[in-house]
C-alpha cells in the first residue's frame, strides 16, 4: 500500500515482560539467593502482530480480557517499546490511552484542565481560548474552583471527556472509553464517535461492546493469547469473539457448576434438563439447588444479575408463598427475556426468617445470551412489543 | 536538534504545567505555606549557626562567617533537594508514564526547576544577609552565575541517574540518603577549610565538584580569603577533576537515563 495512506503499521511485532520471581520467605532463603542473579519468568504478551491501518480508518482491536490488546494499544502509543519488529506512525497521535490521566485530586478542576491540556500538547493560551468550551460541554460550571476529590466519578470522567475530545492530532486511541459513566454519557461518546468518523479521522478503539465495534470499526483485529486470529471484517470479527467467549464461558460453567461452593450446588439446565451455559432469547432457564440432606433448609431465594452487577430479577420463596422446600434439592422455573451478554446467578437457601442463612452463593455460575433473534430496541430486558 | 525538542511548544507548556502543580502541591495544607521554602534553611542555618559558630568558634578568622556559613548551607540544600526529589520523581509519576507517551525527561527537569526556583528564593535571602553583614560587593560576583550552572549540571547528571536507577532499585533511596548524609560532612559547610591543615586532605576533599563550586562560590560573593580548588590543586594535573567530573556525570546520568526510559512503563 502507498506510504501515504497509511496512518499506523505495525510489523512483525511481539512483546514479552519480565516477571520477577519473589519467593524469599526466610532470612536465610533471602541471603542465599542474594548472590544469584534473580530470576525471572517471561511471558510472552504479543507474538508476531502484523497490520497496517489506513489514514481515515475507524480501526477495532477486540479480544478478551489479558489477550494482550492493551499492550497492543501501548505500543502503539510508544508507551511500551517492542521486543522485535516495529510500530510506525504517520502523523501526530495522542498520547492518551485514557481519559483523566493526570488529574490530581488535590488540584482544583480549572488547574486540572489545564494540566490535562498540557499532556494533550496544548500550550495554556490555547487552553485559555478553549476552557469555557470544554467547563460547557462538560456541565460543571459551577464546579470549576472546587478540588477534584469532592467531585463525584461521574462529574469527573464528563470533564475529561470534554478535554479528550479536544485532541486535534491525527491518530487518536482510545481504551474502554465506553466502560464508564451513565446512559446520558455513553451518548455522548457514541456521538463524538459519529463526528470523529464524519471528519475521517485515524481511530484505533479498543474494546469489548461487539454493537460499537460493529456499528463504527471499519475494519477490526481480534487477538487471543497474543496472538492475531483475525483481520477484516467488524462483522466477522464480532462473531468470531463471540465464539470465543462461548467456549471458554461453557468451560468455565462447566467446572464451576462441578465444583461445590460451601454445602449448596447450583446448577443450570434448559427445559430438557441439560446442563447449559447459553441460552436463547425467551428459552426457559432452570436452576437446580441442591444441598447435603443433613441440612435442614426451610426457604430458598435466586437472583440473576449482569456480569456487570446490575440485578435482572430476584425473588425467594418467603415472597411467593406458594412455593415449599420439601427434600434436599429445588428447582427454579424462568424465562429469560434477556438481550445478549453475560448474567450469573445468585443463590442462597434459608431457615425461618431471611436472616437465618444456611448456605448462600454471592456469585454462581455464569450463562449467556445469544445475540438473536431478540426483539429491536436497548436496556436491560427485552421485551417483545409493537407499534400501532 | 536537542535543544530544539526540550524547548518546542508543547514540552515547554508541560513543563510550566509539571512545575506548576509541584509548587501547588508542595505546601498545600500547611499555615506557613511557601515561607516554609524560605524558613526551612534558614532554621537550620540558624541551628548549625548556634553550634558551630557560637559554641565551637568555627568560623574564627573567616570575615563574614555567618553570610559565608550560609551560603554553603543554601548551596548544598540546593544539591540535596533536587536530587533527592528528582530520584522519586519518576516513580510518583508512575500515572503519567504508564498512560501517556509523554518525554521521560520532562518529569526529572520539572522537579529539578522547582528545586531550582527554591534555590533562586534562598539566593535573595542570602543577598538580604549579606547586605546587614556589610559585606562589600566584589567583582568576582560576575561569575556567580557560572557557579551556578555548574552545580545545576552537576545535579542535573546525577538527578537522571538516580531517577532511572529508583525505577529499578528501590534501595536507591536509602543509599542515597546515607551518601548525602555522609557527604555532608565531607564537604566544607559548616567548617571553613582552612581548619584543616593537612593539604593532601585539602586537596582530596576539594576534588568532590560541590566542594570545589560552594568553595568558588564563597571566594566569588563573600570572601577572597577562602581556600579554592584553584589555588589548593592549582599546577596538578588533577587539576579539573571536580569540572571533569560534573561532565562526566551528566553524560553517564543522560546516557543510563536514555537506556532505562523506554522500559519505565514496564519497570515501574
Redo the contacts between chains.
Sequence with gaps: MAEQYIAIRVHQVSKA?RLPHEKTTSIKSAIVNFYKRRSFERQQVLRDISFEIKKGEFFGIVGRNGSGKSTLL?LL?????PDKGAVQVNGS?T????LG??F?P??TGR?NV??N???L????KEMAAMYGDIVKFAELERFMDQKLKNYSSGMQVRLAFSIAVRAQSDVLLIDEVLAVGDAAFQQKCFDYFDRLKEERRTIVFVSHDMEAVKKYCNRAVLISDGEMIRLGDPQEIAEDYRQLNDTSIDAYTAAENATKQSDLTISLRDAQGRVKARFAYDQELTVRLTWPAHKTVKHAGIALYTSGGVNVFATNTFIDKTAKVKGHSIEYHVRLPLGEGRYYVMAGTFLDTKKDIVDFIVHGPEFSMSPEPVPSGEGLVRLTHKWE | MVLQKIVSKKNRALLRELVATDFKLRYQGSVLGYAWSLLRPLLMFLILYVVFVKFLKFGAGVPHFPVYLLLGIVVWNFFAEMTSQSLGSVVARGDLIRKVRIPRWIIVISSSLSALINFLLNLIVVAIFMVINHVDLLRTGLLLPLILVEVYIFALGMSLFLAAAFVRFRDVSYIWEVVMQGAFYLTPIIYPLSRITNVTFQRLLLLNPMAQAIQDARYAIVTHQTVTAGHVLAGHWYMYAPHLIVLVTLVGGVWYFKREARYFAENI
Design positions: 515482560f501501548k502509543a510508544g508507551i511500551y517499546t497521535l498520547p492518551f490511552i485514557e490521566v493526570g490530581n488535590e488540584l488547574e489545564f494540566l491540556g498540557a499532556l500538547g496544548f500550550s495554556r
